[in-house]
């Protein structure tokens, strides 16, 4: 496609479930970061995989919150027995650098509802 | 955690008018970028400017940094009603790949 795509837009969840966002970024890009927002605020850094290999997982809040991506394209955002402060929007961004934040394309990201 | 912190946290003006937005930081970084974020299209990147940059112009947006301060400067001129959005500054730091964002200014412009 020609754009970062995420799925799904939308995503209610009951508090204790898992989800597991989807990314897949623009082909060929390098860099992919998945970001937190939350309403009213900027995005929070989660974690960044350069290909396959995820190289900054520090922005993870929680042992809940997994990332892969093993085929070094698409990624996948997993987050384990949700709670209610879970609740943001989760975006995608992907980048033709290596590690270098240039010009990154987000995705129109995955809005996540937890009851 | 977020370090760029945005001024002013909103900013409303008319169509035509000039609209400037602040950004400070806390730590040293490779560059600075600018995105804009609106409910139809999400987060847009406009502009970067490097740490050894002082200014860069794109079309109607001007961006200044100031590394001695920490701060940077978004200039949007002769604004127009679709330029309404929310505005982030983000930065790259030198000790890694985490880019930080700020809160975001939101600008209003009224036709």
């Known amino acids: 496609g020609a754009g970062v795509s995420q799925s799904p837009r939308y995503k209610v969840a009951k508090r204790g479930q898992d989800v597991a966002l989807r990314c897949d970024p623009i082909?060929?890009?390098?860099?992919l970061f998945w970001y937190q927002q939350a309403l009213g605020q900027g995005p929070e850094f989660l974690t960044y995989f350069q290909n396959e290999a995820q190289l900054d997982k520090s922005g993870l809040p929680s042992d809940r919150f997994f990332a892969e991506r093993p085929e070094g394209s698409v990624s996948t955002l997993k987050i384990q027995r949700t709670q209610q402060e879970d609740s943001a929007v989760y975006l995608c961004?992907?980048?033709?650098?290596?590690?270098?934040?240039?010009?990154?394309?987000f995705g129109q990201g995955t809005r996540l509802t937890v009851v | 955690s977020q370090q760029g912190e945005e001024d002013p946290q909103a900013l409303s003006i008319q169509e035509g008018e000039n609209a400037t937005m602040n950004c400070s930081y806390k730590t040293s970084i490779n560059n600075l970028q600018w995105y804009r974020q609106n409910s139809g299209r999400g987060l847009v990147h406009l502009i970067l400017i490097r740490s050894n940059e002082r200014e860069k112009h794109s079309g109607r947006l001007r961006v200044t940094l100031d590394t001695s301060k920490k701060s940077s400067s978004l200039l949007i001129t002769a604004s127009r009603a679709a330029d309404t959005a929310s505005y982030f500054c983000?930065?790259?730091?030198?000790?890694?790949?985490?880019?930080?964002f700020g809160a975001g200014t939101r600008l209003f412009v009224k036709a």
């Open positions: 082909s060929g890009h390098v860099s």
């Open positions: 983000a930065t790259q730091g030198t000790g890694g790949f985490k880019t930080i």
């Open positions: 961004a992907s980048s033709r650098g290596q590690g270098a934040f240039v010009e990154a394309f």
